[in-house]
């Protein structure tokens, strides 16, 4: 078992920034993928980006290239999601997720365990 817990989330300013944690527990945290997802109201649960279980390697969605950027530390088993210059598009819940196969997927059905989630609010 995996346990998920986000903070970080909150309201900013267009423009401005924001960085997600997702502190985890249990399994060794070295040994699964992380990826970051959204939803807003209305719509499917979107895929932003995923990091390696070393963290060497990193995808992206195309809509925030340039402006978010996924890391990790293991010595604190934390990961992490950099936002920068938001848009009132970004406004959404964001959650982390662990994919203990190491896929660095990006969808959705391919992560095994998830945070309760963080709202983020922009606004203009």
């Known amino acids: 078992q995996v346990q998920l817990v986000e903070s970080g989330g909150g309201l900013v300013q267009a423009g401005g920034s924001l960085r997600l944690s997702c502190a985890a527990s249990?399994?060794?945290?070295?040994?699964?993928?992380m990826g970051w997802f959204r939803q807003a109201p209305g719509k499917e649960r979107e895929f932003i980006a995923t990091i390696s279980w070393s963290g060497a390697s990193t995808d992206y969605a195309d809509f925030v290239k340039g402006r978010f950027t996924i890391s990790r530390d293991s010595a604190k088993n934390t990961a992490y999601q950099r936002m920068n210059s938001l848009e009132r598009e970004d406004a959404a819940v964001y959650y982390c997720a662990a994919d203990i196969a190491q896929r660095r997927a990006t969808r959705v059905t391919e992560y095994d365990y998830w945070s309760q989630g963080t709202q983020v609010t922009v606004s203009s």
């Open positions: 249990g399994r060794t945290f070295s040994r699964y993928a």
